[in-house]
């Protein structure tokens, strides 16, 4: 979510009425108004505008916890995204790019793998029509360092097996519905990891790496590294059909809900 802070509790520093903000919060931001603890909330970059503040924070601290944190993503490595189109998909990509890591996108449809290119993907694979082992070969030789993954499902094994030694599998989320079961005796033929990526976790529990974190994406972004993908902007009221395409995966990129508030700003 983003917009301007009415007021403040008691014993709140940092942030006063006026300021423009964006912010992450477990439910409730489908609302003209919300209220959320200052921990999760940061200061809008400038030159940034509600609608990208509001797919910004979340989208790109999950895909900085997982790639920079958690991954240990290092120039020069091979970076496989699942489910690359999405939101988190294309915060990937780009903060790939950022550490100069080496991006391959996989998406559904080739319309959603020209997205991924537009954000700096070096390569693409249509995982519905190609085979995706023989694709990374293709692209990367022996494997990939990283895969980002977000999908689940039926492609979490075939990225797994195409891991590099000491390769790390980031578990991030579960789009496709359903929970893959891993052969584990892969983590040890392979020498690799499967890290978890627990963003809610990581904000409750760590603020001052969530902050220090969140300068660091403001100067990727004013040096126009990072670029968020929005793709629709709808009233608030059409949140239900919103959810349902996403569930279906039917968006590309994010799609920003707009309360109507007579002109006024969000807040």
């Not at 007021?7 to 006026?18: I, Q, R, W």
């Not at 793998?113 to 070096?122: K, S, Y």
């Not at 692209?139 to 689940?152: E, K, L, S």
Request: hydrophobic content about 45%; overall charge neutral.
């Amino acid at each position: 979510m983003a917009g301007v802070v009415k007021s403040v509790g008691t014993g709140v520093t940092g942030f006063t009425p006026g300021d423009r903000v964006m912010g992450i919060t477990t439910y409730g931001a489908f609302a003209e108004e919300v209220k959320v603890p200052a921990s999760r909330l940061a200061r809008v970059p400038p030159g940034m505008d509600f609608d990208v503040a509001s797919a910004f924070l979340l989208t790109y601290t999950t895909s900085d916890l997982a790639l920079v944190d958690r991954g240990s993503l290092v120039a020069g490595e091979w970076l496989l995204v699942l489910g690359a189109s999405g939101g988190v998909g294309i915060a990937a990509i780009e903060i790939g790019r950022a550490v100069g890591a080496r991006v391959i996108a996989c998406a559904s449809s080739d319309d959603k793998l020209a997205l991924c290119r537009e954000h700096g993907a070096d390569a693409t694979i249509n995982y519905v029509s190609e085979d995706v082992r023989e694709r990374i070969r293709a692209i990367a030789g022996d494997g990939v360092d990283v895969v980002y993954d977000a999908v689940g499902g039926e492609y979490t094994e075939p990225a797994l097996r195409s891991l590099r030694w000491r390769g790390r599998l980031l578990v991030v989320g579960f789009a496709a519905g359903e929970i893959p079961k891993i052969p584990i005796n892969l983590a040890l033929l392979k020498g690799c990891s499967i890290v978890g990526v627990n963003v809610g976790g990581y904000v409750e529990r760590e603020p001052a790496r969530f902050a220090q974190r969140i300068e660091q994406m403001g100067r990727w972004y004013a040096e126009g590294k990072l670029r968020p993908a929005v793709s629709e902007t709808l009233p608030l009221e059409q949140a239900p059909d919103a959810m349902g395409r996403m569930a279906a995966r039917q968006t590309k990129g994010k799609i920003v809900l707009v309360p109507e508030l007579g002109g006024q700003t969000p807040v």
